[in-house]
């Protein structure tokens, strides 16, 4: 078993259990507890698991990492996938790009695009593509989430219905094996929504760590997407739901 097969079930385990000590790891795995610390830190690193004294546990269910860590979680896995999702949006589209850290990557991704019509309700995505003289930015209305600049509520969600887009580009918080896409925020996952509903094509960004998560508000279901883009394998049972209902998956 090499590094990241063990990493990868290290996380099937606290998962299983919502807890693992180093003991319990190091005679698991049949290896020193100072490999076992040097994987838990990293996978703490990227957000896949809550390091704790004497080993590890779930991350929250309810409370979302700030935004701050975020940002620099998984950062280059967040930008191949963003400069995949990219090169799938032809020039002179419509889209909206909802909250989200991996979609503030992609709208750093798309500014070598010409002619984009860009509705979010996401101010840090309005930012970064305010300069281009050639795009057309909508911000949508709605009461302004002070931690990450992402606007939600019943104004945004009617805002939203009165458009119909080509692309939906929206994040995730947790995506269950089940293949429910999870959120932490209800009024976030309601605004999630209605991009879903007015899109004529749905792409999820989400990293590998967002199959580890188990945010507690329904989103939606992967059923719904057109086409998923993320930096490794999902797994198994996602996959199969994936195949079922034709959703195509592109890996960076």
């Known amino acids: 078993m090499n590094q990241q097969q063990r990493q990868d079930a290290i996380v099937d385990l606290v998962r299983r259990q919502g807890y693992a000590s180093i003991e319990q790891l190091t005679e698991h795995f049949v290896v020193t507890p100072q490999t076992i610390r040097r994987d838990l830190n990293a996978l703490a690193e990227e ?13 929250s269910s309810t409370v979302n990492t700030a935004y701050s860590t975020r940002k620099n979680l998984n950062l280059e896995a967040k ?4 400069s995949l999702v990219a090169s799938h949006i032809p020039d002179h589209s419509s889209l909206f790009i909802n909250i989200g850290t991996s979609n503030e990557v992609v709208a750093e991704a798309l500014l070598d695009h010409q002619g984009l019509e860009v509705i979010t309700n996401n101010l840090n995505v309005a930012a970064i593509l305010q300069h281009k003289e050639d795009f057309n930015v ?3 209305g709605g009461q302004v989430r002070s931690r990450d600049g992402g606007i939600i509520g019943e104004a945004t969600i009617d805002f939203i219905n009165q ?3 080509d692309y939906g580009i929206i994040g995730i918080s947790g995506v269950d094996e089940d293949g429910s896409l999870l959120e932490f925020d209800y009024q976030e996952a309601r605004v999630a929504q209605a991009i879903i509903h007015n899109s004529r094509q749905v792409y999820l960004t989400a990293d590998h760590s967002k199959f580890h998560r188990n945010p507690v508000v329904r989103q939606g279901n992967i059923a719904q997407l057109d086409a998923l883009f993320t930096d490794r394998e999902p797994p198994e049972a996602i996959v199969h739901l994936m195949k079922a209902h034709a959703v195509a998956l592109h890996i960076a």
Do not use: P
């Open 163 to 165: 458009f119909k887009v």
């Open 79 to 82: 930008r191949r996938i963003a």
């Open 47 to 59: 957000g896949m698991i809550r390091r704790v004294h004497g080993g590890a546990g779930l991350e």
């Open 138 to 140: 909508i911000i949508a």
